[in-house]
């Protein structure tokens, strides 16, 4: 089944411990993104990257990292997570090409007290 | 930068009826997603449409990309429908960006 899997589905973690929320797309799509989602901010992206080892700033970057070393995984790094970063994650792909929509992943619900 | 803005905010229907959701793009855009959330928080793809009119089942959607809105039509309504609809423009600059309206939370009645 074509999917883009994220995990963990659920974390909740403490100010300051680095964690990493892991993505990997089976649809050998280029395209791949992060997208945070907030109460009454909507859905932000945070980072893209359009093929392997090629990454790039979205609008909220501050506080994450990202990497591309192979096409089908994309994790998301939070190196020392804040309150702030409370939030509901998503990782989507799509591939190159007009024709092509983003599939997203189920989301990663993240609370850092 | 790219408004997207959709009505209704809010929709509450009884099992069975029908309705019409909209999305409205202030540019133009290289394409239109819609998108269900259900209440476990997932996005689920429903249309990827730059024009024209898809169907799915009881959902059809429809793009009209000179007048820049596109609409989501659900007949039939089902429980299982509930959940925020959204809407979401593909501009390819920051490697396809989609650009989110802020959804049409719609509650399906029993």
């Known amino acids: 089944e074509a999917q883009v899997t994220q995990n963990p589905r659920y974390l909740i973690t403490v100010t300051g411990k680095k964690l990493t929320v892991t993505c990997s797309q089976n649809?050998?799509?280029?395209?791949m993104s992060w997208y945070r989602q907030d109460p009454g901010l909507g859905l932000r992206q945070i980072y893209y990257?359009?093929?392997?080892?090629?990454?790039d700033k979205g609008d909220v970057p501050e506080g994450y990292k990202v990497s591309r070393k192979e096409k089908r995984n994309f994790p998301l790094i939070l190196e020392s997570p804040s309150p702030n970063q409370t939030s509901l994650y998503f990782c989507?792909?799509?591939?190159?090409?007009?024709?092509?929509?983003?599939?997203f992943g189920s989301g990663t619900r993240l609370t850092i007290v | 930068g790219i408004q997207v803005e959709q009505s209704p905010p809010d929709l509450i229907l009884q099992e069975g009826a029908n309705s019409t959701l909209r999305c409205n793009f202030s540019?133009?855009?290289?394409?239109l997603q819609w998108f269900h959330q259900n209440p476990w928080g997932q996005l689920i793809n429903l249309f990827y449409?730059?024009?024209g009119t898809k169907q799915n089942g009881r959902l059809s959607a429809t793009t009209v990309a000179t007048e820049r809105y596109s609409l989501l039509y659900i007949s039939s309504s089902q429980t299982t429908d509930s959940g925020v609809y959204f809407c979401?423009?593909?501009?390819?600059?920051?490697?396809?960006?989609?650009?989110f309206g802020q959804g049409t939370e719609l509650s399906v009645k029993p």
């Open positions: 989507a792909s799509r591939g190159q090409g007009a024709g092509n929509g983003y599939t």
């Open positions: 649809m050998n799509h280029e395209y």
């Open positions: 990257s359009m093929n392997v080892e090629v990454t």
């Open positions: 540019d133009s855009v290289n394409n």
């Open positions: 449409i730059p024009s």
């Open positions: 979401a423009a593909l501009i390819y600059n920051q490697g396809g960006k989609l650009i």
